[in-house]
């Protein structure tokens, strides 16, 4: 069975494997993969042989068992793009549990709707991060093309399921700022104010108006989201990146 997979990279702080899934059902107007479709911790000259590489080529099932056999892995996150879109997830998920692996699931939420979930819960998911882009409804759709009803129904139904949730948003100069960061963060306490939050801080995409958001902003965006919840963290330009990160496919 084919995958969605198109690029893997480990990380050797946490030796944790990063895999990138082909497709997205959001059209979000900063998204960080208009920058580049490779991981942008990878060394430049590496992203630069990868630059000249085509993205039609994805994985096996069989091919993702062999190259995480190859590894030494504690943990692996699940991203993108929208790895829900793939038929195949289940059982990525299911093949990594069965290596003693950490799985983490990183989504938009759209379609994580109650059997989603299950499916996934029972290929043995430990983990889901759902990216909330605003809770503003107008907001969202601009942003991303999409409403946000699905969104924040499937989080409610996430945090009552056995896999455990948390949550990111991009905090983004002159679109999504601290307040709805606020409100965002109030919407999760709602749910449960346990759950971990993190701010990312937003990097300027070429074509797009909003400049980068600067250390300082993501610092008082997260303040905002403590007043809410016990589990506040953040990740901006100025934190470096721990360890190397290294590409494991495709091979340059």
């Not at 990878?42 to 994985?59: A, D, F, G, M, Y």
């Not at 980068?212 to 934190?239: C, F, G, M, Q």
Request: charged residues 25%; glycine residues 6%; positive net charge.
């Amino acid at each position: 069975m084919k995958t969605r997979i198109y690029h893997v990279v480990l990380f050797s702080h946490d030796l944790s494997a990063y895999m990138f899934f082909k497709g997205c059902n959001f059209r979000c107007r900063g998204c960080i993969l208009k920058l580049s479709p490779w991981d942008c911790h990878l060394p430049v000259e590496v992203r630069s042989k990868l630059s000249r590489l085509s993205l039609s080529s994805t994985l096996s099932l069989s091919e993702v068992d062999r190259l995480i056999g190859g590894l030494k892995v504690n943990r692996a996150v699940l991203g993108g793009g929208e790895p829900t879109l793939d038929r195949a997830l289940p059982y990525v998920v299911e093949l990594l549990k069965e290596r003693g692996i950490y799985t983490t699931l990183l989504t938009n939420g759209h379609l994580l709707d109650e059997k989603a979930i299950k499916t996934l819960e029972g290929s043995g998911l430990d983990e889901a991060c759902v990216s909330i882009k605003a809770l503003n409804p107008q907001l969202h759709e601009y942003y991303t093309g999409r409403h946000n009803e699905k969104v924040l129904r499937n989080f409610k139904l996430l945090a009552k399921s056995g896999v455990k949730v948390r949550a990111e948003s991009v905090l983004i100069p002159g679109l999504i700022e601290a307040e709805e960061i606020e409100r965002i963060s109030k919407f999760i306490a709602s749910v449960d104010r346990s759950i971990p939050f993190r701010v990312d801080g937003y990097v300027s995409v070429p074509g797009q108006p909003w400049r980068s958001a600067t250390p300082k902003e993501v610092v008082e965006a997260a303040s905002l989201a403590k007043r809410h919840l016990e589990n506040v963290s953040y990740i901006h330009s100025d934190l470096p990146v721990v360890g190397e990160v290294l590409n494991v496919y495709p091979k340059v």
